[in-house]
């Protein structure tokens, strides 16, 4: 793939040299090799170059990968610091394969030798060493969530094991592609926790939108396990997650129907009698009783993921069924079924805000079960990606000093003018879609995705000011 270096990519590349963000340049024959330190998660990565006759090749991939490499990317602008290219055409060829150089070159380039972390310096030529390449190439997307090497052994193992017992069905509900951008170390510790020997499930907290729940869908693609979720509200009560009891046909056709609408009715509290159920099966039914289970329970029972979304909502009651599973113990009492054990497949994750309206604090015993996990919202980094993946670098660079403003208003540390009503991750995606669309004018937009869900005409008048000082 060609993609065209722009001046603009250049200027940030040697930016970024004058910053220290490029640690090596190492030399491997004919291909240069530049390690330099992503900031989306400060963990070093690897670019190679190597210049033929009559054009450059490079093998990278980074976040602008989502967008083609529309707006290049400053990584593939070092060919300008190495080869002196000015702005021009590289051809992309694919990801770095390579991460052991012979020759330290950054001496030539920078007042200093090599900080080799990734790349390996070997004089007498390449050791195996244990990187991204050695991934198996049915699991290879998973290099995007960058686990450490001896955790992702365990995925991989764990993901092999899912394709084995998984039914056609089930892998239907495992998310794919899932386009969640590590931040920190978020996503290690999760999957770790639900790794370790006797897993702990992970509790994701932090504010609206800062992406837990795209976080745990993750998580279901990295395990390769369906994933099922329940919301916390006071309505969500045992049944709704155990189950209960129903009257079904003992042969007649449609059983399965017929029991599911009687779990309806009974849900909403006017259960069909059995009279009405013998007119729904054509009259000649007999009838029995059978537990119909409820979301947790076949979750539980068949081995998959769940996702308790805001589980400081959930009422005492619910959350006390909950102890037993979440300890060494995986197991639940269910009433008419006696304690089911849970397979050693199924999971759970939980996430909530802190201190929203409606919300309680976790009990010590029960909060003691989950691994916490701060998940805080997105860096500018991440955030021009998701803006780019929509729209153009120069308008993807003003929704986010946009967007960095509101942030400032609402959580200066010397005093906030705004509440948090008034920033939101998914209105500000909403415009650049808008935008992107091109249904009216960029400020236009803007102003209406930022502004028009804010109850407070004060607040509207104070935000739509703070715009148009950046448009
Ligand atoms: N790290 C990230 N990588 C990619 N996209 C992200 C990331 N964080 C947030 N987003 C995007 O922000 C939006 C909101 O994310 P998400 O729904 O996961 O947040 P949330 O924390 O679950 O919010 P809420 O508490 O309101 O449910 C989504 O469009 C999501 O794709
Ligand atoms: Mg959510």
Redesign the pocket.
């Known amino acids: 793939m060609l993609v065209s270096i722009t001046k603009a990519n250049i200027t940030l590349a040697n930016y970024k040299m004058a910053e220290d963000q490029i640690l090596t340049i190492g030399a491997n024959g004919d291909r240069i090799l530049v390690e330099y330190l992503s900031r989306s998660n400060g963990k070093p990565e690897v670019i190679i170059f190597q210049h033929t006759e009559d054009k450059i090749l490079a093998w990278h991939n980074c976040q602008a990968a989502k967008s083609n490499y529309a707006n290049a990317c400053w990584h593939l602008a070092i060919s300008d610091i190495l080869y002196n290219s000015g702005p021009c055409q590289i051809d992309l060829i694919g990801e770095p394969d390579q991460f052991w150089a012979t020759k330290d070159l950054t001496q030539e380039f920078m007042p200093r030798p090599g900080k080799f972390q990734t790349v390996e310096l070997s004089i007498e030529g390449p050791d195996p060493i244990p990187t991204e390449i050695d991934i198996p190439e049915k699991h290879k997307s998973l290099r995007r969530f960058r686990l450490p090497k001896t955790l992702l052994d365990k995925v991989i193992a764990f993901r092999e094991r899912q394709e084995q017992r998984l039914t056609g069905e089930q892998k239907l509900r495992i998310p794919q592609n899932v386009?969640?951008?590590?931040?920190n170390a978020e996503v290690t510790y999760a999957v770790s926790a639900l790794l370790y020997d006797t897993w702990s499930p992970p509790l994701l907290m932090?504010?609206?939108?800062?992406?837990?729940?795209?976080?745990v869908e993750a998580l279901a693609e990295i395990l390769h396990l369906p994933i099922c979720r329940i919301s916390g509200g006071i309505d969500i009560n045992a049944d709704y997650l155990l189950g209960c009891k129903t009257l079904i046909p003992e042969e007649t056709a449609p059983a399965k129907l017929i029991a599911k609408i009687g779990v309806n009715c009974a849900k909403v509290g006017e259960p069909l009698t059995v009279e009405e159920l013998r007119q729904l099966s054509g009259g000649n039914a007999t009838m029995r009783v059978a537990h119909e289970p409820g979301v947790l329970l076949e979750a539980i029972t068949n081995g998959e993921l769940i996702l308790i979304?805001e589980i400081n909502v959930l009422i005492p009651e619910v959350t006390s069924i909950l102890h037993t599973l979440l300890d060494w113990q995986r197991t639940i009492t269910v009433s008419g079924l006696g304690e089911v054990k849970a397979h050693p497949d199924f999971r759970l994750v939980a996430?909530m805000?802190v201190g929203y309206m409606g919300t309680r604090p976790l009990n010590n015993a029960f909060r003691d079960r989950f691994r916490g996990i701060q998940?805080q919202?997105?860096s500018r980094e991440?955030l021009m990606e998701?803006l780019q993946e929509r729209v153009a670098e120069d308008t993807a660079r003003k929704l986010a000093d946009i967007y960095e403003a509101l942030y400032e208003s609402v959580y200066s540390p010397t005093g906030a003018t705004l509440s948090e009503n008034c920033i939101s991750?998914?209105s500000l995606?909403r415009a650049a879609e808008e935008i992107s669309m091109g249904i009216a004018s960029q400020k236009e937009i803007i102003i209406s995705c930022l502004t028009e869900s804010l109850e407070s005409a004060s607040e509207r008048t104070q935000v739509k000011d703070l715009i148009e000082m950046r448009l």
């Open positions: 386009n969640y951008i590590p931040q932090g504010p609206k939108g800062s992406g837990k729940s795209t976080l979304d996430a805000n998940v919202g997105v991440t998701l991750l998914r995606l």
